[in-house]
């Protein structure tokens, strides 16, 4: 088995997903997509992406304002509930932008566009084609009617989820099947983290994903893709530690049963699939020595 590490620039502004949406076409192409609009005169989108508009070290992707509308676009490779936040951070910043000019002191009311908040996921983690995260979930004192929600959809854009969508928006098609070619060669253990993306390139390229964007970009794609998945591997790796320990104070204490228990209920089903203790641990973003652990404990 090839090493896979490998020393990263992490000076990167920008993601693959945001590389190819900065294009106004293909962002025209996907606000089509989401919207069922056919517009074709991509300089109507305003874009208002907070380019310095920095909170826990992550900025938003992609801001504009399209039918008097301001539409975020974020774009995550971790299941994050806390995106209802950090948008209520990025639209309070782009608010005061418009509106810096004027008085909120006024008798007329100042006229805002909408906002619509949207994550396009496609991490690892097993979730439906469509989820919505809610700000008032965050609340310690839950209410029914929050004075203040702030509702994110997050749309998983994996391949093979949203197919609808993914028909309408060719590139966020195209995109899917580079990340889940990188992938594929990725978990095969054969090649390097560097091998197997420079493969997952040429091959993209030799059977037209991406082939143009990716031939423009090819260096600087492959370089930010190693540091992409760098990145996802040591973001799993921290919450597997935080779960592990917590699992282990959780049984000291018994707060941690009903947890375990449905833990235990996925590592079940997939075993009765037939799937090895590698691969559950993958797909259930897991340490596998949680896993046997659990295990262990079923057979005590």
């Known amino acids: ?16 997903f945001r590389m190819l949406f900065k294009d106004r076409n293909n962002l ?3 606000y089509n997509a989401m919207n ?13 992406t907070l380019e ?22 974020e774009h995550q490779s971790t299941y994050n509930p806390n995106m209802p936040l950090r948008d209520l951070f990025y639209i309070s910043n782009e608010y005061q932008k418009m509106v810096v000019q004027q008085s909120l002191y006024s008798s007329t ?20 084609d469509l989820t919505e995260f809610r700000l008032s979930s965050a609340y310690e004192c839950p209410t029914e009617d929050p004075d203040l929600e702030l509702r994110v959809t997050v749309l998983n854009v994996n391949d093979g989820h949203n197919k609808a969508l993914m028909e309408q928006c060719q590139t966020l098609k195209e995109y899917a099947q580079y990340v889940a070619r990188v992938r594929k060669y990725v978990s095969s253990n054969e090649l390097s983290l560097e091998e197997a993306v420079e493969k997952a390139v040429t091959e993209c390229i030799n059977e037209n994903i991406l082939r143009d964007f990716l031939s423009s970009n090819r260096a600087e794609v492959i370089n930010m893709s190693i540091f992409e998945y760098d990145k ?14 917590g699992m282990e104070a959780g049984i000291e204490q018994g707060i941690a049963k009903g947890q375990q228990d449905l833990l235990m209920q996925k590592i079940k089903a997939k075993l009765a699939k037939g799937k090895s203790l590698e691969l559950i641990a993958d797909e259930l973003e897991e340490d596998i020595s949680v896993i046997e652990k659990l295990l262990n404990q079923e057979t005590i």
């Open 36 to 48: 069922k609009k056919n517009y074709t005169d991509a300089s109507a989108l305003q874009v208002v």
């Open 52 to 73: 310095n508009a920095i909170y826990l070290g992550m900025k938003n992707d992609l801001a504009f304002i399209m039918d008097m509308n301001l539409y975020l676009y």
């Open 28 to 30: 025209l192409s996907l």
């Open 1 to 16: 088995m090839h090493s896979r590490q490998r020393k990263v620039n992490r000076k990167y502004k920008d993601t693959i």
């Open 232 to 245: 996802e591997l040591e973001e799993k790796k921290l919450r597997r530690a935080e779960f592990q320990a």
């Open 109 to 128: 009311i100042q006229k805002i566009p909408a906002p619509k908040f949207i994550v396009f996921y496609n991490g690892t983690k097993e979730i439906n």
